[in-house]
Structures are given as C-alpha cells and as structure tokens.
C-alpha cells in the first residue's frame, strides 16, 4: 500500500493502545514543549535512522502541528514500505485538546 489515511484522535488513540508507532515531525522546540506521550520525534536528521530501523508491519501515525504537514509526510512515508500509515486530523493541537493526560514534556521518548 503506498496510501496514507486521515484519522481523528480517538482512532489514533485506539491503534497507540494496539502498538502503532507515533511520530512527531513537528520543529524540535515545540516538540520539547509537548508531544503525544511515547511518540518519537522525525526530522530530516532522524528520517533515515528512523526506516533503517522501523517495522513496517507496524502502524504509523504521523502529527504534526494541525494535520496538514503530516499528510505530506504520512504519503512519503507510506511510499516507503510501511503497510499502515495514518496522518491525525487536527494535529496535536487537537490531540492535546483532547487528550491532555497524554502530552509528554521533554525529549523525545
């Protein structure tokens, strides 16, 4: 499959609780600032090591600031290889919104 599909938090929050992998390809700032608990955060340094290293029988799902970006991304990605590839409509400003209690501070995890 080299399609992506859009999803809203809840079923993204369903597939983090099944194991899907998260990534965040927000600026590293605002990664630090706040970042769905556990996900991992993707630039263009991190890009390469990330899929060296990925399962791409694993879901992923791609945030970014709104849920725009990361359809770019979650397309790319999806090109890779990975079998399952989702972008979060509204982004993590949504997601933090509804889902408070599972923003994570920091680094990346």
């Known amino acids: 499959m080299s399609e992506f599909?859009?999803?809203?938090?809840?079923?993204?929050q369903a597939l983090r609780e099944q194991g899907a992998v998260v990534?965040?390809?927000r600026d590293p700032q605002s990664f630090a600032n706040g970042h769905i608990s556990g996900?991992?955060?993707?630039?263009n340094h991190s890009l390469?090591?990330?899929?060296a290293k990925?399962?791409?029988?694993?879901?992923l799902i791609v945030?970014?600031?709104h849920g725009n970006s990361s359809q770019n991304a979650a397309a790319y990605l999806a090109h890779q290889g990975f079998a399952e590839v989702y972008s979060l409509d509204g982004g993590f400003e949504l997601?933090?919104?509804?889902?408070?209690?599972?923003v994570a501070q920091g680094g990346a995890e």
Request: with cysteine; aromatic share 14%; glycine share 2%.
């Open 23 to 25: 990534v965040d390809i």
């Open 39 to 43: 996900s991992k955060h993707l630039d």
């Open 63 to 65: 945030t970014c600031y």
């Open 54 to 59: 990925a399962d791409f029988d694993q879901p």
């Open 48 to 51: 390469a090591d990330f899929i």
């Open 5 to 12: 599909k859009r999803i809203p938090p809840q079923q993204a």
């Open 95 to 102: 997601w933090r919104s509804q889902y408070p209690g599972e």
